[in-house]
């Protein structure tokens, strides 16, 4: 018999996501059901996924083992969000006035906005200061379903600040419940006083961020913003191929605010995912889908921005490409930490369809990551991370505004009980 610790039962049905990842053409959209199933769990993960009656053959519960009843609502993986820039100090809301106004998110950045607005708060916060706001953040994506999140630096912009937001994305995971991975993005931008000496800046980063981040072991991964003004692909390039070198994964902001071959790039260097992709082209679609390096869209970001265009999703999928969804919260035009509304801009303004969408924010996600072997579906030896939602209807993550998520179990624990963060 199987030791179970914590038991999960009386379900609407259980979406496993189960089987070889990630999920591209049809595959994106089997969400694997199991109707009224059940789930077992022990010392945080899975052992037992499937009927009550099964359960009763092969499941033991140990004394003092949690049992959830789930009231008959669905049951879904936990929420993997592979795109966030949480560790910041300031807000930007009159560039959001701005932008609401009509003024483009280029013309803010050109005037000396956007990015670098955040550094000079950043730079003045302590580690304390930072980690606070990173797990007030990480409370706001718990409550919506995120069982892990990626996080980046990136509003330092010097080496000081940037290890400092990288220790404080260290703290604030050392006592939360999400996991939490945490990336590089000393290329967000070249900062202001730097701006006469670009080469410099990057050497900085190659030559002195970079083997401090990695020898004091601060980052799983390396990320650039390859953007016209920012980092061109040449240069993007070099910093990855650094990255790499010093034992990082890769990722890549991406053909966001035009094409540059960001997604090409991404996929010659065998990142884990190239991101945003709201401009690129049919050859990068095909470059993402022949490496495998996953497609993260950030609809809600697109949104935020006012670009007047989405990633097209509906072409990545046609093309093969492993298509994720991420929330990129931060401060300036990541205003929502919920999974569930990137879901619903993804299925209204991108063509994915809403069990698409929920393997874009699970197993793909995972995979954006490479935690697909840990965590994005509900399969014995997994974590025991799940969502359950306020009733039976999968159709109600799409209501925007109204508590879709009932309960939150992480590792076999609950975490959000009833729509609040669980005590302890």
């Known amino acids: 018999m199987l030791k179970a610790d914590f038991l999960l039962r009386n379900t609407g049905g259980l979406a496993s996501l189960a089987g070889p990842a990630p999920r591209t053409g049809p595959r994106l959209a089997d969400p694997g059901w199991i109707e009224d199933g059940v789930l077992a769990a022990h010392r945080g993960r899975i052992v037992f996924i499937g009927s009550e009656t099964d359960l009763r053959r092969s499941v033991s519960a140990v004394p003092g083992a949690v049992e959830l009843d789930a009231r008959g609502a669905l049951v879904v993986p936990g929420f993997v969000d592979p795109h966030t820039h949480l560790v910041f100090a300031g807000e930007r809301e009159d560039e959001i006035r701005r932008r609401l106004a009509g003024t483009s998110y280029r013309d803010i950045a050109a005037q000396g906005g956007g990015i670098v607005r955040s550094i000079a708060a950043t730079r003045a916060a302590s580690v304390d200061e930072l980690a606070a706001g990173v797990t007030s953040r990480l409370d706001q994506m718990l409550l919506c379903g995120t069982t892990t999140a990626e996080i980046k630096s990136g509003y330092g912009l010097e080496t000081a600040t940037e290890l400092r937001s990288l220790e404080a994305i260290q703290v604030a995971a050392g006592h939360h419940p999400v996991t939490v991975v945490p990336t590089f993005l000393g290329a967000h931008e070249v900062p202001p006083e730097r701006r006469q000496d670009r080469e410099g800046y990057i050497r900085t980063v190659i030559e002195e961020m970079l083997p401090e981040v990695a020898r ?209």
């Open 216 to 424: 004091r072991k601060l980052a799983t991964f390396c990320d650039v913003f390859c953007e016209q003004g920012v980092f061109s692909v040449a240069e993007s390039r070099r910093i990855l191929e650094a990255g790499r070198d010093a034992g990082l994964g890769l990722r890549l902001h991406a053909d966001e605010l035009q094409w540059t071959g960001g997604a090409e790039l991404a996929a010659e260097l065998g990142a884990c995912s190239a991101d945003h992709l709201v401009h690129v082209s049919p050859e990068g679609m095909q470059a993402l889908a022949r490496s495998g390096c996953v497609a993260t869209l950030l609809p809600s970001a697109s949104f935020y921005l006012r670009l007047g265009r989405l990633a097209p999703a509906r072409e990545l999928v046609q093309a093969g490409a492993a298509v994720a969804l991420a929330s990129d919260v931060n401060p300036g035009a990541g205003l929502s930490p919920s999974l569930p509304f990137a879901m619903t801009v993804a299925c209204f303004g991108m063509g994915l369809s809403l069990e698409e969408a929920l393997a874009a924010v699970t197993i793909n996600a995972a995979r954006a990551l490479a935690l697909d072997g840990e965590i994005g579906s509900l399969e014995p030896g997994k974590r025991a991370d799940c969502v359950v939602l306020s009733s039976a209807r999968l159709l109600d993550l799409l209501r925007v505004g109204v508590a879709a998520v009932q309960t939150v179990v992480k590792a076999g624990r609950v975490v959000v009980a009833d729509g609040r963060l669980a005590p302890g």
